[in-house]
Nanobody
Framework: QVQLVESGGGSVQPGGSLRLSCAAS????????MGWSRQAPGKQRELVAV???????IYADSVKARFTISRDNAKNTVYLQMNSLKPEDTAVYYC??????????WGQGTQVAVSS
């Protein structure tokens, strides 16, 4: 049973920063990749960033140069550092884990709100 627990969401003004954390039950090295998706009200869930087992990263165009995904294998945790936040970044952010087979695993989500 895989459990992913997100933390670090909150409210921030435009231009501010937040760091999200995703703690996994057990080693994250078993996953081909881990990442973050987000879902804004009335919109489909979209992929934000992914980090592969080897460290390769992929970002959505909308967050490139502002967000940074990283991982700490020793702590079984994946992070999303979000800088220069914009109102359009407001969403529920979900951690995801991909074993390379079977369904993706998802966390419960953490709310990020960006407004003045």
């Amino acid at each position: 049973q895989v459990q992913l627990v997100e933390s670090g969401g909150g409210s921030v003004q435009p231009g501010g920063s937040l760091r999200l954390s995703c703690a996994a039950s057990g080693s994250i090295f078993r996953f081909n990749d881990m990442g973050w998706s987000r879902q804004a009200p009335g919109k489909q869930r979209e992929l934000v960033a992914v980090i592969a087992r080897g460290g390769t990263t992929i970002y959505a165009d909308s967050v490139k140069a502002r967000f940074t995904i990283s991982r700490d294998n020793a702590k079984n945790t994946v992070y999303l550092q979000m800088n220069s936040l914009k109102p359009e970044d407001t969403a529920v952010y979900y951690c995801r884990a991909n074993q390379g087979y079977g369904p993706l695993y998802w966390g419960q989500g953490t709310q990020v709100a960006v407004s003045s």
